[in-house]
């Protein structure tokens, strides 16, 4: 069977069948065997209910047991609850599932079976939330080997995906593996497993060691031909010249005598660095990397202002609306204080389609000298008169692609600065971002104030309340962030919805009529600039919300952010959501509040605690982390792999960037008939629309 083949080939999926697998995105064979589990599992020893104590609230467990009498099903709101209770090591367990009546047919009374999931305590009461259930041959062949935990979306199951694999890797007609695409040598030095090896590995394997091996091996791969399309990139790009010769100009002088305030060392020197770099023929690609709050902004205006003066267009592209729009009243207000008058427009996607026209006919025509707006930048229907220098902010919620794409419009190849605020290591960032020069402001203004942070667990709570009450009583604004949207009852972790009524309810025993909202991914972009703007204009006096806050939006206001489980989000996203807070001239304050109990949790955090600045958090986290832990806490939002992890794959990073090298170095054009492999593979990722080469 070719990898090429729709997965109607395999045996036992027709069109409906077929249909589910497309929404996980798998429609040939090579995107099944591409579809890496997210996780393993290990199917402990059954344990002794009557020694449960308080201390194992949480932890998935497996209970050996039997029903006495038939599970119940009763309704609450939209939900199906089956509860009944198990009969185990002399006692009885109370067991729940949420909105799975079926168990009533499947679980009989007087079987013994095994019961497998998360336990909770009430008082001095157990039950277990959810649990799977297992025949006690089938538990005991289970525990045997490792289980793949797949990402799942509705109607795919992983027995199907199991089954499905297993066909296609041993069964009557097993994949065809074409000859390995990583030349010998180059898997004989990193001591590689072959192709075939690694993919039965990855989805059945037989020991830790093996799948060590195997992951070890796709991790190296996703960073080899990422890496190598950055290193193609930039030579291509060092070899061009053009026209946008961008002469210095009094108007940048102008803005930069007329600021409210001084420019730090770290950002004269990178904009020294790229102003120079503009008045060349050749075309720049520069990342501009800095901590939150180091004033990366202004040096992209800037930028802007030298392109508008030499009589070209540049523009900005920001991953939200509401951030493109702060950054065009930014402008419009550094022209006000300077007197500088540069046609200036915005496009996001929520505009009327009149001022939608409006907007193009200005773009197109050149009246608009800086474009600012969001991926409605990249649009069909905007075309640039002499696009000469492209922004892209917050760099790591862009693909390289995106940018690509943002580059395309101009006549020829435009200017580039990338900006990004999360906080890598320079060893890293100079492997991550292979294709771009890279300039670094590692100062903080000094008018703002270090950010005062606090490690606590949940009996801080009532605490922290009255401290947020404390901050809005004198006229700032608080974020708390949720992990979760609404209540599941498969993870224990504070969510937005019930939250926000909870937190209510408490800051009015102190303010009667404090304002609390919400804010989250799955409102509609209306809702969710319209809840930004009024929490930017001081209307929303505390913004319950989840992640969506971290991309930079800067409202000075707010002085205090609760984190609530914080340990479920990497370091990075953790500083960059503290990156929230601190951007005025009042003190600010971080309270990240844990559930663990975990001591190496407890460490990590405490990293946080003590430093604000990003870079050494990085640094940090990659000395306590130690190399490719196998399946650690992955940073979010970051540059998007199947399976590698910058962070905690580090070290396989630096071994595929050397590999990378010598290859180049070796044969720069990949011209050798060893090489043509790897030039198809290089050819299939940057086309498959999966993985890192879409980001």
């Not at 995107?31 to 344990?47: C, G, H, K, Q, S």
């Not at 072959?194 to 791969?221: C, D, N, Q, Y």
Request: glycine content about 8%.
């Amino acid at each position: 069977m070719q990898q090429t083949a729709p997965v109607t080939k395999i045996k036992g999926i027709g069109p409906k069948s077929a249909a589910v697998y497309e929404k996980a995105g798998i429609r040939t064979v090579g995107d099944l065997i591409r579809y890496y589990p997210r996780t393993y599992d290990t199917m402990e020893d059954p344990v002794n209910a009557a020694e449960l104590s308080p201390d194992d609230e949480g932890r998935l467990v497996a209970v050996q047991g039997h029903l006495e009498t038939a599970l119940s099903v009763r309704f609450l709101k939209s939900f199906r609850i089956v509860t009944g209770k198990i009969r185990t090591c002399g006692i009885y367990l109370e067991v729940t599932w949420f909105n799975m009546p079926f168990m009533r047919s499947q679980v009989h009374p007087g079987t013994t079976y095994i019961f497998r999931g998360q336990i909770k305590a009430k008082g001095k009461k157990f039950y277990l939330l959810q649990p799977k259930v297992f025949d006690l041959f089938d538990y005991a062949n289970l525990q045997k080997s490792l289980q793949p935990v797949y990402p799942l979306t509705s109607g795919l199951t992983e027995n199907s995906l199991r089954k499905s694999l297993d066909k296609v890797l041993s069964g009557e007609d097993p994949l065809v593996f074409d000859q390995d695409p990583l030349p010998p040598e180059i898997r004989q030095r990193f001591q590689l497993p072959g192709m075939k090896e690694t993919i039965r590995t990855i989805h059945f394997p037989e020991s830790r060691e093996a799948l060590e091996k195997a992951r070890h091996r796709l991790v190296f791969e996703e960073f080899f031909y990422f890496i190598l399309m950055l290193r193609q990139m930039r030579e291509k790009r060092i070899s061009q010249e053009h026209s946008y010769v961008l002469a210095k100009s009094e108007e940048t002088e102008q803005v930069l005598q007329t600021l409210p305030y001084d420019l730090t060392g770290a950002q004269k020197r990178v904009w020294g660095e790229i102003s120079e770099d503009l008045s060349k023929k050749q075309v720049m690609a520069r990342l501009i990397q800095g901590d939150v709050g180091c004033g990366k902004t202004i040096i992209a205006f800037l930028a802007l202002v030298q392109t508008a003066s030499n009589g070209y267009q540049g523009a900005i592209m920001a991953p939200t609306e509401v951030l493109a729009r702060q950054h065009y009243e930014g402008f419009l207000k550094l022209q006000r204080q300077t007197g500088l008058k540069i046609g200036t427009v915005l496009l996001t996607g929520s505009l009327k389609a009149k001022e939608k026209r409006e907007a193009y006919e200005k773009i197109g025509s050149g009246q608009a000298q800086v474009v600012i707006g969001t991926h409605a930048l990249i649009q069909e229907e905007v075309n640039f008169k002499n696009l000469a220098l492209v922004v892209t902010d917050e760099q790591h919620r862009f693909g390289v692609n995106q940018r690509e794409a943002l580059s395309g419009k101009g006549q020829e190849t435009p200017h580039t600065i990338v900006m990004s605020a999360t906080p890598i290591p320079r060893t890293l960032a100079v492997i991550m971002y292979g294709d771009l020069d890279i300039s670094i402001i590692d100062e903080r203004p000094s008018e703002r104030l270090p950010v005062k942070n606090a490690v606590v667990d949940t009996s801080y709570r009532p605490t922290a309340y009255a401290f947020i009450a404390s901050q809005v009583k004198a006229g700032h604004q608080a974020y708390v962030i949720c992990p979760m949207v609404e209540e599941s009852g498969e993870i224990d972790a504070e969510n937005v919805m019930d939250y926000t009524e909870t937190l209510r309810e408490e800051l009015r025993r102190y303010l009667p009529e404090v304002t609390v909202e919400y804010l989250h991914g799955r409102m509609k972009n209306e809702e969710k600039n319209e809840v930004m703007n009024r929490f930017l204009r001081g209307e929303i006096k505390v913004l319950v919300s989840t992640t969506v806050v971290e991309v930079g939006v800067n409202v000075p206001n707010a002085t205090v952010m609760l984190i609530e489980n914080c340990e479920r989000f990497g370091l990075a996203q953790l500083h960059q959501l503290r990156g929230r807070v601190g951007r005025g001239k009042d003190q600010s304050y971080c309270i990240l509040m844990h559930t663990s109990k975990s001591e190496a949790v407890t460490k990590r955090l405490k990293i946080l605690q003590k430093s604000n600045d990003g870079f050494e958090i990085a640094r940090k986290d990659l000395e306590l982390r130690g190399p490719g832990e196998l399946f650690g806490v992955r940073q979010s939002g970051e540059l998007s792999f199947l399976l590698a992890d910058m962070y905690q794959d580090s070290a396989v990073m630096e071994e595929a960037s050397d590999a990378v090298g010598k290859l180049l170095s070796s044969d720069p054009e990949l011209s050798e008939e060893s090489h043509r492999r790897i030039v198809q593979e290089l050819k299939r990722q940057q086309t498959s629309g999966r993985g890192h080469m879409s980001l």
